[in-house]
């Protein structure tokens, strides 16, 4: 068979540590290639050869049967091979058109022509079924669109091989559908496509095969179709994961948080719901749909018109989020990158620096041991891996960085938690540990809101459902009796 992509026997190695040993790949022309593992298994840093960040210190890459050698990204575009990253790094000072065509901009006379240059976008929106003001500014877009701006900048190379990393990570299931289509539409010319995402939904969905890494090593290839969610878990991780959801869940007590109405023009509606202690309440709908700005306005990060808010019965309205963490209630936000952590620092200081107050002296003054004692003792009880509490928060994997805003948010000595996305763009293994210890906080009698994307998740974790459709609540269900095509029956109706 002629393939479109074979490397072969890749190896790589950073100080010393192999990030990569042996490692090979096959995608066929008219495909796409699922390139699957836990987070530190190699798929970056394979990709990152692939698109010339890195250059392999073994191994060898084949184009279409030829030998070629990539050391930098101009060269691995001017190869065919392109690649939408999953960390977003958009311009935010220059349009959407100027992003997508940067470095390629159409001129006359030497001057940049900005009107052939959205017409080039158009275009390109109009034949991947994208709409968005080519004019707009970057920084005025919400995070879906600039990765659809991604998406579209990549597709705009008109490459044979194109790299996936996350591509919906961070849209809504209409976009994800376009997303599909735009793929199809791109396997029927002949083009290969490699994705990596850790839905296994969406791999089931779109992957014609599926090529496993784990420790930096290759694992198997296999077609997607002689597979299933089991045997790849068990690949990914070396081992059965038969309780990816933890089994013993706690009992609810006395409601703790109660909403009545609350309402914001534009954005929700008449939203009413309970918390009780020792609960985990999932709110489930697409993105969109009102479920983080409902959770914005609780937290006193805006707001809103008109409704209560009763904390324990007492009826309480934050303007801002200071308030709300006096009053125990902690917001981890579904960006922990931009929002939850300070990446270029330490992870002591990333659980530390919402609470300077218990690490510092009368005087203001930091105190390095007690800072030192407390970080030390959330890196054991979270079971956070890093080689040591220095290490800079940005080099940890995604469920480990997720642990350490977890940890950070501990430290304000909370009664309620609000966990938005909490396992977005991590691992199954980690996925697994992270459920783990919201079971352990809900036992300890913390509660637990949590938004999320993944209806096994919904139901998987919460005592019941909150469903979220056209910026109100359609509907409410309890565990036992939620199911996938029940909670996405308010596409059909307004109630369950």
């Known amino acids: 068979m002629d393939y479109l992509l074979e490397m072969k026997s890749i190896s790589k190695s950073f100080s010393g540590l192999k990030a990569l040993h042996n490692v090979s790949l096959r995608l066929r022309p008219g495909s796409v290639l699922a390139l699957m593992g836990e987070n530190g298994a190699g798929k970056s840093t394979l990709m990152k050869i692939l698109s010339g960040i890195h250059r392999p210190d073994e191994g060898e890459i084949f184009i279409k049967g030829n030998r070629v050698t990539i050391d930098s990204p101009r060269d691995a575009l001017k190869l ?8 977003l790094t958009p311009i935010n000072e220059m349009t959407v058109a100027e992003n997508i065509f940067l470095g390629r901009e159409p001129t006359r006379m030497g001057v940049l022509w900005y009107a052939e240059l959205y017409r080039w ?43 996936m990393d996350e591509p919906t990570s961070a849209i809504t299931d209409r976009e994800v559908s376009q997303l599909f289509r735009v793929i199809q539409d791109l396997k029927s010319r002949g083009k290969g496509i490699i994705y990596i995402s850790h839905k296994m939904n969406e791999i089931f969905q779109i992957a014609d095969d599926i090529t496993v890494l784990r420790d930096g090593q290759y694992i198997d290839t296999k077609p997607a179709g002689q597979t299933n969610n089991k045997e790849l878990i068990s690949m990914m991780v070396g081992r059965e994961l038969k309780d990816i959801f933890p089994g013993q869940k706690s009992a609810p007590g006395e409601v703790v948080l109660e909403v009545k109405g609350l309402t914001k023009a534009k954005w929700f509606h008449n939203v009413s719901f309970q918390l009780r202690k020792g609960e985990i309440l999932g709110f489930a709908g697409l993105m969109g749909s009102g479920r983080t700005e409902v959770m914005e306005a609780l937290f006193g990060m805006t707001p809103y018109d008109s409704g209560e808010i009763l904390l324990e019965g007492r009826r309480v309205h934050f303007k801002t989020p200071s308030e709300a963490i006096k009053n125990g209630i902690a917001f981890i936000t579904e960006d922990r990158k931009v929002e939850g952590l300070n990446l270029p620092s330490s992870v002591k200081h990333n659980i530390t620096i919402s609470s300077l107050g218990k690490v510092s002296s009368r005087a203001g003054v930091l105190q390095p041991k007690q800072e030192n004692k407390i970080a030390d003792y959330y890196i054991e009880s979270l079971r956070i891996k890093t080689p ?33 996305e909490p396992t977005r763009g991590i691992d199954i293994g980690a996925k697994t540990e992270i459920y783990k210890l919201m079971n352990d906080l809900v036992h300890e009698g913390y509660s637990i809101i949590m938004i999320s994307s993944e209806l096994p998740e919904v139901i998987g974790m919460s005592h019941r459902i909150v469903v979220f459709h056209n910026r109100t609540v359609a509907g409410e269900l309890n565990q036992d009796e939620a199911t996938q095509e029940k909670l996405w029956s308010w596409r059909r109706a307004n109630t369950l």
């Open 388 to 420: 040591s509490r220095d290490q800079w928060v940005q080099y940890l994997s995604g469920g480990n960085q997720q642990k350490v805003v977890i940890a950070k948010w501990l430290m304000t000595n909370p009664r309620i938690l609000i966990m938005d």
């Open 121 to 163: 976008t158009k275009e390109l929106f109009d034949q991947i079924g994208i709409q968005l003001d080519p004019q707009t500014k970057m920084k005025d877009l919400k995070v879906s669109d600039v990765q659809l701006v991604e998406i579209s900048k990549a597709v705009s190379y008109d490459s044979d091989i194109m790299i």
């Open 80 to 87: 065919g091979i392109s690649m939408i990253h999953q960390e």
